[in-house]
């Protein structure tokens, strides 16, 4: 049941979903004739709610699956933990197939080794901020001094310090999300199951959780899933992003994948309004040394121009190459590797690599 040489922490294989009486009639239907969506609607009364979805995560990394509404991005994300069964298809965690998992198996994974987070944190009213936190502890028989010695830990982890003793009531929206994140860290898990934990919250308090939660998974490095319908929150928040519609998974990349290289015109259309400048790299544009100098053009000497590093955005390179005649020289491990023109960086402003 173990595949020890995974190396993906969470894995989905080929996994759909369809809702419905007649939902291994209407998947075998989609698997001989390609139908739609709307064709499984008409024929078969049934819904693909996930179609043929396979993604990984490996550790320590926030994959954010992004999508509109009925895109199918939340009931992707609850067979992860088995809150939704596959009508097709595997789910691995930590090389562990979900599925054979006995019912006492399934519930020690959900306690131990995944945390979820959800828009609606669904705090306990009658129970402090501590209480809350420790709750899952509490499920678990660990002894009271230990789970509120965690709870205290994880409170001021969420910057709650001196919030343990108050109610929920008392919280404003943005602190009782913390809770609801720190509940889910209390128990220490491997995996963070996210289904848009902050697209409820005002712009500015949203921003600063999620500036708060990238700190914390730099430090925690817990593997996460994070789900929205946000792109600019997956750029933000991802290191890769899958984008869902209709069930399907269109397109896999990091941000800069995804901006510079949309799939189709659906994630065209999505990338269209957003600033390239913190997403494309000098190696995404510059034009190698080699390159630079068969066109028959010479390289300045180095000294005399700006230097940057490969993994500088465009923003950096803008500031560099303002009030210069001489092109950007990308320089890795003291040796230039690449070139970066005026030509060169307009264009990858432009979205253009």
Known sequence: MTDSSSANV???????????DRADEALEAVRQDNL?????????DA????????ISAGAGEIFCIMGLSGSGKSTLVRHINRLIEPTAGEILVNG????????EELLAMRAESIGMVFQNMALLPHRTVRDNIAFALELRNVDIFTRNNVADKVIELVSLKGYGDRYPSELS????????????????????????????????????????????SASMKK?????????DEAIRMGSRIAIMKDGEIVQTGTPEEIV???ADDYVADFVAGISKLRLVYAHTVMIHIEEFESTGSKLPAIEECP???????????????????NPVIIMDDSMPVGVVTKDALLRGIQGET
Do not use: C, Y
């Open 36 to 44: 739609s969506k709307d064709e499984v609607l008409e024929r078969f």
């Open 260 to 262: 510079t290289k949309p």
């Open 47 to 54: 819904v693909v709610g996930v179609r043929d979805v396979s």
């Open 10 to 20: 969470v894995e989905t294989r080929n996994v759909w979903k369809i809702f419905g």
């Open 307 to 325: 230097r940057a590093h490969p993994e500088d955005d465009l923003d950096k390179l803008i500031g560099l190459a303002v009030n210069q005649e």
């Open 96 to 103: 562990v197939n979900v599925g054979m998992l006995k019912p």
């Open 173 to 216: 929206g943005g602190m009782q999300q913390r809770v609801g994140l720190a509940r889910a860290l209390a128990a220490d898990p491997d995996i963070l199951l996210m289904d848009e934990p902050f697209s409820a919250l005002d712009p500015l308090i949203r921003r600063g959780l999620q500036d708060e939660f990238l700190e914390l």
């Open 223 to 231: 593997t996460t899933l994070f789900i929205t319908h946000d792109l």
